[in-house]
């Protein structure tokens, strides 16, 4: 398991032969990379964390004044505007948006899950309809902001 003994012993708890925190490049940094496929609309790990009352680098938002501090996981998921996940605060899951092959960077919207970020930043992510800015929901102008529709169809 990537998680610490102490975290429990959650059976979708991601595991270490599936995923890693990898260094991607200068621009990126660190993120997750997955070691093998996931199909759309699966569930693909649990997240854990300590629940603290400010935003860090690498927490994700709970609640406007919870955030899940994941040193281990889900706080190296990299952005993209348009992801191949789906985080479910509430259940603390991970979902496929799309099929996910082996050997793939974990890709999330960063405004899915923040209101803000603890720092913005541009965005680089390539994809068609890229923003252009990273930011949390509340921090993108009103002519930068998309719909979030990040529903898992089946």
Request: aromatic fraction near 12%.
């Amino acid at each position: 398991m990537l998680y610490p003994a102490s975290y429990g012993l959650d059976p979708l708890f991601p595991k270490a032969e599936d995923f890693e925190v990898v260094y991607k490049d200068e621009m990126s940094g660190q993120g997750v990379i997955c070691y093998r496929a996931f199909k759309r609309g699966e569930v693909i790990a649990s997240m854990s964390g300590e629940v603290i009352n400010e935003i860090r680098q690498h927490t994700l938002q709970i609640a406007p004044d919870r955030h899940l501090f994941d040193p281990y996981f889900s706080g190296y998921f990299l952005h993209s505007c348009e992801p191949n996940i789906s985080l479910d605060m509430e259940n603390m899951t991970v979902t496929a948006l799309k099929d996910i092959p082996a050997n793939s960077y974990l890709y999330m919207d960063y405004a899915e899950t923040e209101d803000h970020l603890f720092k913005q930043f541009p965005c680089a992510c390539g994809a068609k309809g890229c923003r252009g800015w990273v930011g949390g929901k509340k921090d993108m102008l009103p002519v930068m902001r998309t719909p979030i529709l990040h529903s898992v169809a089946k």
